[in-house]
């Protein structure tokens, strides 16, 4: 089966350092992807893992080890305007299905003064 | 740069009335793909379209819902007789290739009377 975990809620300071884990067990895993989404907006993407190993994008990094079906995204010299909901995705190509992505439920991220 | 457009961003209704809504993909994205979120939940992938063709459907989609992409470019999602159990954001996202990050757009949220 799918099956993708993450923390429900995280709090951080601002300045600070963040890290939010996912976990995932897929069948046919090609891919994962981190979005953000504020409340009422569409999901933007972030980041985009396929190889093991971390790829960094400015204030954000993220990692992932296939073996261990796991992956963190850091953010760091937290804003208040990074206090959203971080949404952990799988793409799934299982029975050669298509590209269409797992989601996580989210980790929702608040940051504090 | 215009992103993925959805039409209408609101749609209130009542139980067994059916709805419509459109999808405009980024204008060179050949995937299109239908998601629904319901509140503290990631998105769940409902169906998938490369150019015209609806490759995959989720068993959450009943004989209800009926989606089309007839000319390759814009999207339409029916949900015929609506339920409560429909209330939810559905999200349209379009990607340039099958391994190319998929662009959400900002959804359209259905609420049922």
């Known amino acids: 089966g799918q099956n993708i975990d993450q923390p429900t809620e995280m709090t951080a300071t601002e300045g600070a350092i963040v890290q939010i884990n996912c976990t995932y067990q897929t069948s046919g895993f090609n891919g994962l992807f981190w979005y953000q989404q504020h409340a009422g907006e569409a999901p933007t993407f972030l980041s985009y893992?396929?190889?093991?190993g971390l790829e960094e994008k400015g204030r954000f990094s993220s990692f992932l080890s296939r073996s261990k079906g796991y992956s963190y995204l850091l953010l760091k010299e937290l804003q208040m305007k990074d206090s959203a909901s971080y949404l952990c995705?799988?793409?799934?190509?299982?029975?050669?299905?298509?590209?269409?992505?797992?989601f996580g439920t989210g980790t929702l991220l608040a940051v504090q003064p | 740069d215009t992103g993925v457009s959805q039409d209408p961003r609101h749609k209130i209704t009542k139980r067994g009335q059916n709805v419509t809504f459109r999808c405009d993909p980024i204008s060179e994205h050949n995937r299109l793909y239908w998601y629904r979120q319901t509140l503290g939940q990631g998105p769940e992938f409902l169906t998938y379209f490369q150019n015209e063709a609806q490759l995959e459907k989720s068993r959450l989609l009943s004989d209800r819902f009926s989606a089309e992409r007839p000319k390759g470019s814009f999207s339409t999602l029916e949900i015929q007789r609506t339920e409560q159990g429909d209330s939810a954001m559905y999200l349209c996202?379009?990607?340039?290739?099958?391994?190319?990050?998929?662009?959400f757009g900002d959804g359209t949220r259905l609420s049922i009377l």
């Open positions: 996202a379009s990607s340039l290739g099958g391994a190319q990050p998929q662009h």
């Open positions: 893992n396929v190889l093991d």
């Open positions: 995705a799988v793409r799934d190509m299982a029975g050669g299905a298509t590209n269409k992505l797992i």
